[in-house]
């Protein structure tokens, strides 16, 4: 089970990638991200990325491993928590200075109670993370206008 969305932001692929992939944006823009702290010197295969995320009244920790690093060009990530996988695929393409991701979003349930409250949690991880791309677009737009 899982999500796909696509979003073309008129900005080139180089600064499009780096902002995707150093999570500049989700603190800012994203209202259940609170921090994300980024483990390592630099985003490469292995990195971990720690989210500090509140869902309902709870402040939880979402350790991400990135398993995809294709610079300006693909990236995709790895969590387990609780009996829930998840694997976010972004695949990124330039044509004319404006970029296109193709984002997807793939879930997997482990355990008894996860696999019969999986409409639930997909449908509350496509509420949390499904307009993600869009508020990229935005904080890249209105924080980049010169580039």
């Avoid at 990638?17 to 994300?36: F, G």
């Avoid at 995709?76 to 296109?100: C, F, K, M, P, R």
């Amino acid at each position: 089970m899982g999500f796909k969305r696509e979003v073309k932001i008129d900005k080139p692929m180089d600064l499009v990638y780096r902002v995707l992939t150093t999570y500049e944006y989700a603190p800012k823009v994203l209202d259940h991200i609170e921090k994300v702290d980024i483990q390592g010197d630099s985003i490469q295969v292995g990195t971990k990325i720690v989210e500090t995320r509140k869902i309902g009244q709870q402040t939880i920790d979402n350790t991400l491993e990135v398993v995809e690093y294709e610079p300006n060009h693909r990236f995709a990530t790895y969590s387990v928590q609780n009996g829930l996988d998840l694997h976010y695929i972004y695949a990124l393409s330039e044509q004319n200075g404006t970029t296109t991701i193709q984002f997807e979003g793939k879930i997997k349930t482990k355990g008894i109670r996860n696999f019969l409250s999986k409409p639930i949690i997909s449908w509350l991880i496509k509420r949390e993370d499904g307009q993600h791309l869009e508020k990229l677009n935005q904080y890249i737009f209105n924080n980049y206008k010169d580039e």
